[in-house]
């Protein structure tokens, strides 16, 4: 089992660009959450896809959306990049939504720098 | 919207000693309480979990002591190791949100 992967691994964009960012979850999982991790900060959650659906979204403006494919896969895409938005984007998988009762599995994440 | 507060920002301490991290929550609708750890170069990975029911969880050399009243939770590293010396998560949860502590810094010298 290859666990949570992501692709890139790295990624440089200059300042109004748009990038997509992948996500294949652990097998066996149906769930994928995407957050952002600035440098010397805990993960932000951006959003979490089940049955290729958004479930729930956190404090990121529209410029982040997500899409999830009928194999579980993911992408987040960022339009109109901001220095800002430099940070590493983690993706984490799980069965089912309720992350209460279902661990979180995190991929190693994607490091985005926009110059 | 910072709803979980997390200190110290750094730790250091001698192989052998106990480390301890602090948590404070907001929302008492939180249900779930982890704790993450993260070494360079790799995502966070779960240590150990409690739910606000128990005061008290141990796995190993970590526990973590939960009060529901204080809404506050800290995790324990007994016999600290230099393989521990990561960067350690607190989180808080209910239904499909999960929020994150700033992240500790934990380097155990030999």
């Known amino acids: 089992d290859a666990g949570v992967t992501q692709s890139p691994t790295h990624l440089i964009k200059t300042r109004g660009q748009q990038v997509t960012l992948r996500c294949s979850p652990k097998s066996g999982h149906d769930t994928v959450s995407w957050y952002q991790q600035a440098l010397g900060q805990g993960p932000q959650f951006i959003f979490q896809y089940y049955e290729e659906e958004e479930r729930q979204r956190g404090n990121f403006p529209d410029r982040f959306s997500g899409h999830q494919f009928p194999n579980y896969s993911s992408e987040l895409n960022v339009n109109a990049l901001l220095l800002g938005d430099s940070a590493l984007y983690l993706c984490?998988?799980?069965?089912?939504?309720?992350?209460?009762?279902?661990?979180?599995?995190f991929g190693p994440g994607t490091r985005l720098t926009v110059l | 919207q910072q709803q979980v507060k997390q200190s110290p920002q750094s730790l250091i301490v001698q192989k052998g000693g106990i480390s301890i991290i602090n948590c404070a929550y907001e929302n008492t609708a939180f249900d779930y309480f982890p704790w993450y750890q993260q070494f360079p170069g790799k995502g966070p990975a779960l240590l150990i979990a409690?739910?606000?029911?128990?005061s008290e969880k141990k796995e190993g050399r970590f526990t973590i002591s939960f009060n529901k009243s204080a809404k506050q939770f800290s995790l324990h590293i007994m016999d600290s190791q230099p393989g521990d010396s990561a960067t350690y998560f607190c989180a808080a949860s209910k239904s499909n949100d999960m929020r994150f502590g700033a992240g500790t810094r934990l380097t155990v010298k030999p």
């Open positions: 409690i739910r606000p029911d128990v």
């Open positions: 984490a998988s799980s069965y089912g939504t309720a992350l209460t009762y279902n661990e979180q599995f």
